[in-house]
Structure formats: C-alpha cells, structure tokens
C-alpha cells in the first residue's frame, strides 16, 4: 500500500486524489489529509508543516519519498505511473522537479486561476 499525505485546503491537489481515488480499484492507495486533528498522533514520523510545502508519500515498502518521486509512486500504484513516469527520466527530471517546486509553492494562486478558488476548508474527497 502506498500512502499519500496531501493538502485537503489546495482545490487542485484535492481534483488529483479524487482522480488517483476513481483509478484506486485494488485499494493500493491510503490517501491521509495532513489537516486532520489526530494527524500528528498517527503518522508521527511525518512533519505536517514540510507536507504541506511539498508532497510527502510513504511507498509499499515504507520508505518516504517526496515531490514527483511521491506523485509517481501514486500514479503507479493506481496503474497509471506510464503517464507521469517520464517525469523522473534523467535530465527531464531536474527541469520537472523545479517546475513541480513552482507549483508547489504557488498552489493556491494556480487553484484559483484553473478552479476559481484558492483555497477551500478541507476539500472532500468524495
């Protein structure tokens, strides 16, 4: 199983585990809100306030891996890691992890452009 811990308060990340979740029919996937109340007490080894700058995921192995190496992680899990794994090709990888630091950074100004809302009160999933 591979776990995702993503921000429930950005309208786009949210759009891409309701996504990741359609495409989830093996149950591959625990996709963790870093928002919740007792997240801290659950998963203690993950630092809420670097989640929230960065994608964090825990792969089937438990070992954590961040940014697009936690997205294709994800996407493979869900059977879909053909599409995004060209993103860790050596020499496009440098160039798409500035470009993923980018939008990371700028999440909640790219939401409103694309979605009309920046942020949202823990989006839900479903």
């Not at 995702?4 to 979740?21: G, H, Q, T, W």
């Not at 294709?72 to 992890?97: I, S, T």
């Amino acid at each position: 199983m591979v776990t995702v811990f993503y921000d429930s308060m950005c309208p786009l990340c949210v759009k891409e585990m309701r996504k990741l979740s359609s495409w989830d029919t093996e149950g591959a996937l625990q996709l963790v809100d870093i928002h919740q109340g007792d997240f801290c007490d659950r998963f203690p080894h993950v630092d809420p306030s670097s989640a929230n700058r960065i994608l964090h995921a825990q792969d089937s192995s438990g070992q954590m891996v961040y940014g697009l190496d936690a997205t294709y992680v994800a996407w493979r899990a869900v059977n879909k890691g053909y599409w995004v794994k060209w993103l860790r090709w050596p020499g496009v990888a440098w160039f798409a992890d500035k470009l993923y630091l980018f939008f990371a950074q700028h999440r909640y100004r790219l939401s409103a452009l694309l979605t009309g809302q920046a942020r949202c009160q823990q989006c839900q999933l479903k």
